[in-house]
């Protein structure tokens, strides 16, 4: 065989090769995106367990403070919670949880912990619990969104996700998108 035949030989395969890396790497971050996306479903074995489930589950025209118990804040320091977002510059907003009094502990999460001033976030979009969130950012991607403005909620919790109240008020920051 003559060096230019190898040669040619060898770039079609080349080719090949690297045809087939693009693939895998393209389909394999398809089904990716493909999973992150898609619906859990849950399967019942009988009509009272889905009638239990929807009822321990069904928060649509439930006030947002009804998920969870409330727990009165039984400090000096009463937490305070703002809320801030920016777009994001690919897609969706950067949600901003401004505290003061308060330690995100997600080590200590769903623990049966009430320790004041500490806890979570819970994320809620139009009404719909969303995320837990342990830090103080926190990406909203374009697809929890509706068009035509989106309420935008973020509840503090203690550790054992009840909601921290002031005087039975929950302590929330909200903001409109």
Do not use: C
């Amino acid at each position: 065989m003559d060096f230019e035949k190898f040669r040619e030989n060898l770039i079609n395969v080349l080719i090949v090769l690297v045809t087939g890396v693009l693939f895998f790497y393209v389909g394999s971050s398809y089904e990716a995106s493909r999973h992150e996306s898609q619906e859990h479903s849950v399967v019942f074995h009988n009509n009272d367990d889905a009638q239990n489930f929807e009822d321990e589950h069904k928060t649509e025209g439930k006030d947002d403070s009804m998920v969870h118990d409330k727990v009165e804040v039984d400090s000096e320091l009463v937490p305070k919670v703002e809320v801030e977002l920016t777009e994001d510059l690919k897609s969706g907003y950067n949600l901003k949880i401004i505290t003061e009094n308060f330690t995100f502990t997600p080590d200590k999460a769903s623990m049966d912990d009430q320790t004041q001033n500490e806890g979570h976030a819970h994320l809620f979009i139009n009404g719909e619990k969303i995320a837990r969130i342990y830090s103080t950012h926190f990406h909203i991607d374009d697809s929890l969104l509706v068009e035509g403005g989106n309420e935008v909620k973020v509840t503090l919790n203690a550790n054992d996700h009840s909601q921290w109240a002031v005087d039975g008020e929950v302590l929330e920051g909200t903001i409109d998108i």
